[in-house]
């Protein structure tokens, strides 16, 4: 089954000191019961995301000087296909090929697979057949950031 997982909460309020946010347990629930490693590490990955985006710590998600990692590839397809192909999409997991990250996609309502992206693990490059290709992913992440926290 897959499970599709808000890109950015556009509501970017710090935790603080405040109870911990419903999001917390609802994929702290997810984590413990996954039923396969890739789930878990699905959603340790969606609730690391979550983290950050509530820390306002967006230029924190993706650092290209270091290389690009599994969580860094899994975040840039997400946000990606978010732009490209839609909210009704979802990711499965980065497997390494060679230089680059392949990241396999599914679209629309039933779910239906669709062209894999690739990210490249040294330059950050983002790319699948059809679309556009970003070369930059810090200043792509960055517009994006902005874009979704216009006032």
Partial sequence: MKTLIPVLALSLVGTGCAPEAPFHSEYRDHIANAETPDEKQYWEF????????????????????????????????????????GVCSDIALPVKEGRDWMIPTWVGRGGHESTPIYVDSISG????????????????????????NRT
Wanted: net charge negative; with cysteine; hydrophobic share 40%.
């Fill in 46 to 85: 969606a609730y690391r995301l979550k983290g950050v985006v509530e820390e306002e710590e967006v230029e924190k998600l993706v650092v290209v000087s270091d290389g690009i990692d599994q969580f860094e590839a899994w975040v840039m397809a997400r946000l990606y296909l978010s732009e490209t192909q």
């Fill in 125 to 148: 490059q983002v790319r699948c057949e059809g679309f556009p290709s970003i070369d930059d992913p810090t200043a792509y992440m960055q517009a994006l950031y902005d874009e979704q």
